[in-house]
């Protein structure tokens, strides 16, 4: 299968701290994607890395992605108590299919 | 720009009664369309897609169904529900094209009792 996995399952800090989520997959993939979801909301597209590029940045996000070890990881920089939710990474292969992971859990305390 | 329209927001039903969820695009044309069921706490489990009207690809043997009778209407069906099929139920477009994101509609809580 080639569906993600993320690390940590949950995760709780302070406010103003970074957060570290990871993502490990098994198969080859086009790309892949992190999402945001809110409890009881639908996911949030956040961002897109393709199989050819090794780290993208967005506002607070920043995504890396290793192909060699399937992995990626997404971090939040100087986390806010918005940014509580849990973060999905989806990977997508060449057809129409896309695998999402269990998530983790981000608590932000104030 | 585009949105997405789930609905209802929360279903409760009984064991054995049938079920219709719909969902509908607005803004966009030919899109993907999926539907989606989250356990509690969990990941996405894909359970349909369709690439167009009357095209539908089921993921998982179940009693679900789907149908798409038009190009922005998704449609999730079920004879008669089991306890199983309590959850929570997400609807989502992409555009047409391998590994597009996904923008998903705020769901249905479905509560099988």
């Known amino acids: 299968s080639q569906q993600g996995e993320e690390d940590p399952q949950a995760l709780s800090i302070q406010e103003g701290e970074n957060a570290t989520m990871n993502c490990s997959y098994k198969?080859?993939?086009?790309?892949l994607q992190w999402y945001r979801q809110n409890s009881g909301r639908g996911l949030v597209h956040l961002i897109l890395i393709r199989s050819n590029e090794r780290e993208k940045h967005s506002g607070r996000l920043r995504v890396t992605l290793d192909t060699s070890k399937k992995s990626s990881s997404l971090l939040i920089t100087a986390s806010r108590a918005a940014d509580t939710a849990s973060y999905f990474c989806?990977?997508?292969?060449?057809?129409?299919?896309?695998?999402f992971g269990a998530g983790t859990r981000l608590t932000v305390k104030p | 720009s585009q949105t997405i329209h789930q609905w209802p927001a929360t279903l409760v039903q009984p064991v054995g009664s049938p079920l219709s969820l719909e969902c509908t695009v607005e803004?966009?044309?030919?899109?993907?369309l999926y539907w989606y069921r989250q356990a509690a706490g969990r990941g996405l489990q894909l359970l349909f897609y369709?690439?167009?009207?009357?095209?539908i690809s089921s993921e998982v043997p179940q009693n679900l169904s789907a149908s798409r009778p038009q190009d922005r209407q998704f449609i999730l069906s079920s004879k008669k529900l089991l306890l199983s099929d309590s959850g929570f139920y997400l609807c989502?477009?992409?555009?047409?094209?391998?590994?597009?994101?996904?923008?998903f509609g705020d769901g249905t809580r479905l509560s099988i009792l």
């Open positions: 989806a990977t997508a292969n060449n057809n129409n299919d896309m695998r």
């Open positions: 803004g966009t044309s030919n899109p993907n």
């Open positions: 369709s690439v167009g009207i009357g095209q």
């Open positions: 989502a477009w992409s555009g047409q094209g391998a590994g597009q994101p996904q923008h």
């Open positions: 198969t080859s993939i086009n790309n």
